[in-house]
């Protein structure tokens, strides 16, 4: 009598037609042919092995290298509860469509049986699942993600209780890829693409879109979120889990070297994208990361602005799309000043000065979790850590400040429900353009985001200790289009303020958007900083922000009666604080008129 996992993989195997199916045990062993056979498949290169030992640079094609959302549907039963962000297809409608996609797509290939868990695999958080797929480059980038093979064997059969992913690359033609989630059945079924967030099924499939789902009927959260400790000179260590869309900083922020290590502030990583959340017994929100690994942009990153994942990338890493040195090593715009002689761009070919980039704008490395020096020693504690602070974030050169703190949870969720974003490379689609990602969740929330809201402002009635909630933003611009803000380390500025406020200590400014920096209370010793800077900075402008204000409005719109009265609530009591400060003297906001508070 065969189990259900094995069931499900005999009718897998039926439609796809492999020539073989192995099942993955994580081991060494296995590690190695599986790397064998990707570079016999020709499209990955072993890296060179004194300088980057056990590292492989694999070249996608061209048209399959970022998430594709256009591709990306949520077919659960009733098209409501897909709601607004999401694209939608009846279960029956996308089986057929994919059934067709899927037959035979597997005819002369390996499938590969991946069975996985997500989170430390004790801890009551973990989730199991089992991906079939039939690239090799998947299960190698897997097994750096995800806890993956033997510990998770005997859990996916002695259970049904796991998330199924079926994927194959298909032709990887972009007109007949689909990612398709079924949450009702705890399915993922991806054709078409190779793609980390297309292909690598537990990670933002998994992760985030079915996981929310789950979350919202059993009352926790997943979110798209970095977890960090940020430790204060006397040693005590405050969680704090940041949402930024993708290629915003997470991954930095997260790995962070503070700026201020020498007055004893030092940021710790327990993870770069994802948490899942429940309350705990003490009555704080308890988070884990479900991932085993970083699945980072590469471009910008450097000894500068990531020195931690700099040296985590020297071993035992894939690379993704990056261009290639002459003496096989990897190479992206922003590694160092000037490009080395005798590079090859991401597709292969010799790459000269003042053409495209070297590297594909979304190229990545994939890395082990515990390579980063800065490893939470609690980053796979069972319980997860207590979180005290969300921050949310997203890239505006003009409108936010640097950093202000929610006057409320019920206002901490309207300001995530309407965070906004420029875009970038991390998904296909025009770049540079502002949209509304409600808690960077906009491309991986499962189901209908007005309900999304409802459950985060139940979650928050229901935690005895809720987070406080902040809103950051470190891509503000002059005049002249600069950055104002050094960003990087230097954010651990604006963190040490964060944890002042969460201990009652920071002294703040009320404005009509929230609680604002006192001047002076931010830390800016040792930076070449002037006052009149830190006012651009901070500068809350009312008619900027009565524009932003209509904008929320018409994004509300969407979600019609799913959106909950809180946030409309929250919306009406931010607008007649606008207006307030609109009719009141010029001066009212940007200086005199703020109030000081310390609470
Ligand atoms: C990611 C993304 O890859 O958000 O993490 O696109
Ligand atoms: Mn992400």
């Given at each position: 009598?065969?189990?259900f996992v094995?069931?499900?993989i005999e009718?897998?195997?039926?439609?796809?037609q492999?020539?073989?199916?192995?099942?993955?045990?994580g081991?060494?062993?296995q590690?190695?042919r599986?790397l064998?056979?990707m570079?016999?498949?020709?499209?990955?290169l072993?890296?060179?092995?004194?300088?980057y030992?056990?590292?492989y640079?694999?070249?996608?094609?061209?048209?399959?290298v970022?998430r594709s959302?256009?591709?990306?549907?949520?077919?659960s039963?009733?098209?409501?509860?897909?709601?607004p962000?999401n694209?939608?297809?009846a279960?029956a409608e996308?089986k057929e469509?994919?059934?067709a996609?899927f037959?035979?797509?597997?005819?002369g290939?390996?499938?590969?049986?991946v069975?996985?868990?997500?989170?430390?695999?004790d801890?009551?958080?973990?989730q199991?699942?089992?991906?079939?797929?039939?690239?090799?480059?998947?299960?190698?980038?897997?097994r750096?993600?995800?806890?993956?093979?033997r510990v998770?064997?005997?859990?996916?059969?002695?259970?049904?209780?796991?998330v199924?992913?079926l994927h194959?690359?298909?032709d990887?033609s972009?007109?007949?890829?689909?990612?398709?989630?079924?949450?009702?059945?705890?399915?993922?079924?991806?054709?078409?693409?190779?793609?980390?967030?297309?292909?690598l099924?537990a990670?933002?499939?998994h992760?985030?879109?079915?996981?929310?789902?789950?979350?919202r009927?059993?009352?926790w959260?997943?979110?798209?979120?970095?977890?960090?400790?940020?430790e204060?000179?006397s040693g005590?260590?405050?969680?704090m889990?940041a949402a930024?869309p993708s290629?915003?900083?997470?991954?930095?922020?997260?790995?962070m070297?503070?700026?201020?290590?020498?007055q004893g502030y030092r940021?710790?990583t327990?993870?770069?994208?994802?948490?899942?959340m429940?309350?705990g017994?003490?009555g704080?929100l308890?988070?884990?990361?479900?991932?085993?690994?970083?699945?980072?942009v590469?471009?910008?990153?450097?000894?500068?602005?990531?020195?931690?994942?700099?040296?985590?990338?020297?071993r035992?890493?894939?690379?993704?799309?990056?261009?290639?040195?002459?003496?096989?090593?990897p190479w992206w715009?922003?590694?160092?000043?000037e490009p080395?002689?005798?590079?090859?761009?991401?597709?292969?070919r010799?790459?000269?000065?003042?053409?495209?980039?070297?590297a594909?704008p979304?190229?990545?490395?994939t890395?082990?979790a515990?390579q980063v020096p800065?490893?939470?020693?609690?980053?796979?504690?069972?319980?997860?850590v207590p979180?005290s602070?969300?921050?949310?974030?997203g890239?505006?050169?003009?409108?936010?400040?640097?950093?202000?703190?929610?006057?409320?949870?019920?206002?901490?969720?309207?300001?995530?429900?309407?965070?906004?974003?420029?875009t970038?490379?991390?998904?296909t689609?025009?770049?540079?353009?502002?949209?509304r990602?409600?808690?960077?969740?906009?491309p991986f929330c499962?189901?209908?985001m007005?309900?999304y809201?409802?459950?985060?402002l139940?979650?928050?009635?229901r935690?005895?200790?809720?987070?406080?909630?902040?809103?950051?933003?470190?891509?503000?611009k002059?005049a002249?289009?600069?950055f104002?803000?050094?960003g990087?380390?230097?954010?651990?500025r604006?963190?040490?303020?964060?944890?002042?406020?969460?201990?009652?200590?920071?002294?703040?400014l009320?404005t009509?958007?929230?609680?604002?920096?006192?001047?002076?209370?931010l830390?800016?010793d040792?930076?070449?900083?002037?006052?009149?800077?830190?006012?651009?900075?901070?500068?809350?402008?009312?008619?900027d922000?009565?524009?932003?204000?209509?904008?929320?409005?018409?994004?509300f719109e969407?979600?019609?009666?799913?959106l909950?009265?809180?946030?409309?609530?929250?919306?009406?009591?931010?607008?007649?604080?606008l207006?307030?400060?609109?009719s009141?003297?010029?001066?009212s906001?940007g200086?005199?008129g703020k109030?000081?508070?310390?609470?």
């Amino acid at each position: 009598m065969s189990t259900f996992v094995e069931q499900w993989i005999e009718e897998a195997a039926r439609l796809t037609q492999p020539a073989h199916i192995v099942w993955c045990d994580g081991s060494e062993e296995q590690e190695q042919r599986i790397l064998w056979q990707m570079l016999e498949e020709r499209h990955t290169l072993r890296l060179n092995e004194r300088t980057y030992p056990n590292c492989y640079l694999h070249r996608s094609s061209p048209t399959d290298v970022a998430r594709s959302e256009k591709a990306t549907h949520i077919c659960s039963r009733s098209e409501s509860d897909a709601g607004p962000t999401n694209h939608w297809i009846a279960p029956a409608e996308a089986k057929e469509k994919l059934t067709a996609l899927f037959r035979g797509a597997m005819e002369g290939r390996t499938m590969y049986v991946v069975p996985y868990i997500m989170g430390p695999p004790d801890s009551p958080l973990a989730q199991a699942g089992v991906e079939l797929t039939d690239s090799s480059y998947v299960v190698a980038n897997m097994r750096v993600m995800a806890r993956m093979g033997r510990v998770a064997t005997e859990r996916v059969k002695s259970s049904g209780d796991f998330v199924r992913g079926l994927h194959s690359l298909g032709d990887l033609s972009p007109d007949r890829r689909f990612i398709m989630h079924f949450p009702e059945e705890r399915l993922i079924w991806s054709v078409g693409s190779g793609y980390g967030g297309n292909a690598l099924l537990a990670k933002k499939c998994h992760a985030l879109r079915i996981a929310s789902w789950m979350a919202r009927e059993q009352g926790w959260l997943a979110e798209h979120m970095l977890i960090l400790g940020l430790e204060d000179p006397s040693g005590r260590v405050t969680y704090m889990a940041a949402a930024f869309p993708s290629s915003c900083g997470k991954t930095n922020l997260a790995m962070m070297v503070s700026a201020l290590e020498a007055q004893g502030y030092r940021v710790w990583t327990v993870g770069d994208d994802i948490a899942w959340m429940r309350i705990g017994a003490d009555g704080r929100l308890r988070a884990i990361n479900p991932e085993a690994g970083f699945f980072g942009v590469a471009p910008g990153t450097s000894l500068s602005t990531n020195p931690h994942v700099v040296a985590a990338i020297q071993r035992n890493t894939i690379f993704t799309n990056c261009g290639l040195t002459a003496a096989r090593e990897p190479w992206w715009e922003g590694m160092s000043p000037e490009p080395p002689a005798g590079l090859f761009d991401w597709q292969g070919r010799p790459w000269s000065p003042g053409q495209v980039p070297a590297a594909h704008p979304n190229s990545r490395y994939t890395v082990p979790a515990a390579q980063v020096p800065a490893i939470s020693p609690h980053w796979e504690d069972n319980e997860g850590v207590p979180i005290s602070a969300f921050i949310f974030g997203g890239r505006r050169s003009r409108l936010t400040p640097l950093v202000y703190e929610a006057l409320d949870w019920n206002h901490g969720v309207y300001i995530g429900a309407t965070l906004a974003s420029e875009t970038t490379a991390a998904a296909t689609g025009d770049l540079g353009v502002t949209r509304r990602d409600p808690m960077a969740m906009l491309p991986f929330c499962g189901y209908h985001m007005g309900d999304y809201f409802q459950h985060w402002l139940d979650l928050g009635s229901r935690v005895p200790r809720p987070p406080k909630v902040f809103h950051v933003n470190w891509f503000r611009k002059d005049a002249d289009g600069q950055f104002l803000w050094p960003g990087f380390g230097e954010n651990v500025r604006v963190l040490k303020w964060i944890l002042e406020r969460i201990e009652g200590k920071g002294s703040a400014l009320e404005t009509p958007i929230g609680l604002l920096p006192s001047p002076g209370a931010l830390t800016l010793d040792g930076l070449n900083f002037t006052g009149e800077q830190m006012e651009i900075l901070l500068h809350v402008d009312p008619n900027d922000w009565t524009e932003e204000h209509a904008g929320i409005g018409r994004f509300f719109e969407t979600f019609g009666e799913r959106l909950p009265q809180e946030l409309l609530d929250e919306h009406g009591q931010l607008g007649e604080r606008l207006a307030h400060a609109a009719s009141a003297p010029r001066h009212s906001v940007g200086k005199g008129g703020k109030t000081p508070r310390k609470d």
